[in-house]
T-cell receptor, first 110, second 114 residues
């Protein structure tokens, strides 16, 4: 299966701390994307990193990609209570196959 | 900006009934994806369409079918509903020509099968 594994499955931190989530996948990809989902709501695209990129930043988000290890990490700096959500990585391969990982449930305590 | 529209937002059905979910993609998006998300589960890819043709198939049960119409909207038809079909059903669209597959998700349809 191409589906990625994410760890940790759940993460609880204090406001102001950094949160790091990891994602691994199995085959060569075109890109890897991170999505956020508030409980019972639709997924929101956060950031995309192409297979030839190693690091990308967007605001308080930092994504790294290690294609040799087939893994990616999402770092949220200076977390806020409003960051509480589930975070999913998704991989695109063959330019038309798209799979989500199992998600990390982040709880940021005020 | 226009977003993906899904209807209905909530649907309650009895076992063995049928349901039809509708998805209206963002204008000029030619690819539509359907996902099923059970309680506490990650989204499971069901099926996708590109230019009105099925482009990929995931874990979609045989009881389900879907199509994309000439105006690019898509419908997911679900028959002989089972209790286990209770879930959030998401539709997403993307501009395939961009090639990067960024998907824009609708708010979902919550299906409850009693």
């Amino acid at each position: 299966s191409q589906q990625g594994e994410e760890d940790p499955q759940a993460l609880s931190i204090q406001e102001g701390e950094n949160a790091t989530m990891n994602c691994s996948y199995k085959t060569s990809i075109n890109n890897l994307q991170w999505y956020r989902q508030n409980s019972g709501r639709g997924l929101v695209h956060l950031i995309l990193i192409r297979s030839n990129e190693r690091e990308k930043h967007s605001g308080r988000l930092r994504v790294t990609l290690d294609t040799s290890k087939k893994s990616s990490s999402l770092l949220i700096t200076a977390s806020r209570a409003a960051d509480t959500a589930s975070y999913f990585c998704a991989t695109l391969y063959n330019f038309n196959k798209f799979y989500f990982g199992s998600g990390t449930k982040l709880n940021v305590k005020p | 900006a226009a977003g993906v529209i899904q209807s209905p937002r909530h649907l309650i059905k009895e076992k063995r009934e049928t349901a039809t979910l509708k998805c209206y993609p963002i204008p000029r998006h030619d690819t539509v994806y359907w996902y099923q998300q059970g309680p506490g589960q990650d989204p499971q890819f069901l099926i996708s369409f590109y230019e009105k043709m099925q482009s990929d198939k995931g874990s979609i049960p045989d009881r389900f079918s879907a199509q994309q119409f000439s105006d690019y909207h898509s419908e997911l038809n679900m028959s002989s509903l089972e209790l286990g079909d209770s879930a959030l059903y998401f539709c997403a669209s993307s501009p395939r020509v961009a090639g990067e597959g960024t998907q824009y998700f609708g708010p979902g349809t919550r299906l409850t099968v009693l």
